[in-house]
Nanobody
Framework: QVQLVESGGGLVQPGGSLRLSCAAS????????MGWYRRAPGKQRELVAA???????TYADSVKGRFTISRDNAKNTVYLQMNSLKPEDTAVYYC????????????WGQGTQVTVSS
């Protein structure tokens, strides 16, 4: 089993920044990709960004150039730096861990709320 603990959500004004963190523990040797998904009210869940243990990344078109995913393998932690936030980025953000870049994995964090509003 793999446990994922997220932190870093909150309320921010449009144009502001937030950084989300996701710390993994447990049987992490089996994991080679981690990512962030989000679900906004009334919308389907979508992949925001993902990264492999080797550093390959993928992003949703809506966040390219604004969000950056990174990982610290020594700390088993993945980060999502979110800049130039927009109201449409408002959602619950979930950390996900699995076996392939951009492929939904079996492990989920509890979710963290990000609200972009003035």
């Amino acid at each position: 089993q793999v446990q994922l603990v997220e932190s870093g959500g909150g309320l921010v004004q449009p144009g502001g920044s937030l950084r989300l963190s996701c710390a993994a523990s447990g049987s992490i040797f089996s994991i080679n990709a981690m990512g962030w998904y989000r679900r906004a009210p009334g919308k389907q869940r979508e992949l925001v960004a993902a990264i492999t243990s080797g550093g390959s990344t993928t992003y949703a078109d809506s966040v390219k150039g604004r969000f950056t995913i990174s990982r610290d393998n020594a700390k088993n932690t993945v980060y999502l730096q979110m800049n130039s936030l927009k109201p449409e980025d408002t959602a619950v953000y979930y950390c996900n861990a699995g076996y392939g870049l951009g492929i939904l994995g079996p492990y989920w964090g509890q979710g963290t709320q990000v609200t972009v509003s003035s």
